[in-house]
Nanobody
Framework: QVQLVESGGGLVQAGGSLRLSCAAS????????MRWYRQAPGKQRDLIAG???????NYLDSVKGRFTISRDNAKNAVYLQMNSLKAEDTAVYYC????????????????WGQGTQVTVSS
């Protein structure tokens, strides 16, 4: 089993910054794609940023220029630096990873973090 543990959420004023962290642990052969999603009450869970194992980056248009995703392969960790936060960024943020576990098939499995609340006051 693989676990993703998130930290870094909190309450911040509009225009402020937060840095989210997510670390994967457990029965891991390798971690492929890592992503951040967010979900506001009553809304769907949206992909906001992703980084591939090769370092390719992608962002939701509304966070481009404000958020930066990065990863530390040695720690099986992914980070999300959030700057110039807006009230519309208020949501629960979820870490996601595609993980290859040891075994003969070496197939990918999807894992989710527990979620961390980000609240931006205006």
């Amino acid at each position: 089993q693989v676990q993703l543990v998130e930290s870094g959420g909190g309450l911040v004023q509009a225009g402020g910054s937060l840095r989210l962290s997510c670390a994967a642990s457990g029965n891991i052969f390798t971690v492929n794609d890592m992503r951040w999603y967010r979900q506001a009450p009553g809304k769907q869970r949206d992909l906001i940023a992703g980084v591939s194992s090769g370092g390719s980056l992608n962002y939701l248009d509304s966070v481009k220029g404000r958020f930066t995703i990065s990863r530390d392969n040695a720690k099986n960790a992914v980070y999300l630096q959030m700057n110039s936060l807006k009230a519309e960024d208020t949501a629960v943020y979820y870490c996601y990873a595609l993980v290859v576990v040891p075994g003969p098939s070496l197939k990918e499995y999807q894992y989710w973090g527990q979620g961390t609340q980000v609240t931006v006051s205006s």
